[in-house]
């Protein structure tokens, strides 16, 4: 896989809360002007599961139209039933994904071998490569590291989005799959760089919608070893990286995006806006740090 930093894409939308292509366009640009290694469209921050599939299939098509060849492509399926699971992984194949994130089935709470067999029917069927995606909060279901370990020997699976924010997990799941063509990314910004430090492969980012460079720099400086530069942006933007998911992600990188008259728009019920406390808190982080 293509190690770095990957932006998980917010959808933007208009005021009437349909899809806004032409900002769409525009944030896509911003991300390769930074040099982002990769765009994440459509997983939570996309606010996916409250797209219609004709959206979820047109926000990929502008991506990949937009930055296929400049940054890599790895869009999340948001599904819990493999035929849907199949159906979607043939149509982002065809519209030019490089990967496909894959969470863990939610909602209807697999055993550990159903989650497996998920996994393991889809990386067989699947035309491009397999992320994995862990995240309990999200899915009720915490991917032990010995499941991902005997996942990761699967040719067609390359890697893992992990989202649990215990360091000794992550580092377990470094240590199982060692051997393996296979790598580890942290699915929070606040574990990206220590997650590098013991060899990780990077992050997917809610802040690289708001500081792309940054997050792109403090990635390519800590995994070519230079931890002093990566340690200091780390330090840095510390506190943005936890503003970013104040309350419910995508309302607070939304809200920032807005703030720094970026396209973003609302967010879909039953969402709802990011508090006044919390926008007053993450407005004060960004001034300090000149970004509006």
């Keep these: 896989m293509q190690k ?17 292509e032409d900002g769409l366009k525009l944030l896509v640009q911003k991300q390769l002007e930074a040099g982002i290694h990769g765009i994440a469209p459509l997983g ?36 819990m039933s493999l035929w849907k699971g199949i159906e979607r992984a043939k149509k982002f194949s065809d ?26 029917k889809l990386a067989d069927v699947s035309e491009i490569p397999i992320i994995l995606h862990n995240a309990e909060g999200r899915t009720g279901i915490n991917m032990a590291p010995e499941i991902t370990a005997k996942l990761a020997k699967h040719p067609n699976i390359v890697g893992i989005k992990d989202g649990n924010k215990k360091l000794d997990h992550l580092a377990k799941v470094i240590y ?20 590098v430090c013991f060899g990780g492969s990077g992050s997917f980012t809610v802040s690289g919608n708001v500081v792309p460079r940054v997050m792109k720099d403090m990635l390519e400086f800590a995994l070519k070893g230079d931890f002093e530069k990566a340690e200091k942006l ?46 007053k808190k993450l407005k004060s982080i960004m001034q300090k740090r000149g970004l509006i």
């Excluded at 770095?4 to 806004?20: M, R, V």
């Excluded at 996309?46 to 979820?56: A, F, I, K, P, Q």
């Excluded at 807005?258 to 973003?264: G, R, T």
């Design 234 to 279: 780390h330090l840095e933007y510390y506190d943005l990286f936890e503003a970013i998911r104040f309350e419910t992600n995508p309302m607070a990188a939304k809200r920032a995006l807005n703030l720094m008259n970026l396209p973003a728009g609302s967010v879909r019920l039953p969402l709802t806006e990011l508090s006044e406390e919390k926008t």
């Design 176 to 195: 199982l799959t060692k051997d393996e063509d296979f790598d580890v990314f942290t699915g929070k910004d606040t574990t990206a760089y220590p997650l």
């Design 44 to 79: 939570v921050t996309g606010e996916n599961t409250l797209l219609t599939d004709e959206e979820v299939n047109r926000v990929l098509e502008i991506i990949v139209k937009e930055a296929k060849g400049k940054a890599k492509i790895a869009p999340d399926l948001c599904v």
């Design 95 to 120: 519209l030019g994904a490089d990967y496909l994130c894959i969470y863990s089935p939610y909602f209807v709470l697999p055993k550990p071998d159903g989650v497996m067999r998920f996994f393991e």
């Design 4 to 20: 770095g930093a990957y932006t998980l894409l917010i959808t933007p939308f208009k005021e009437d809360l349909s899809l806004y």
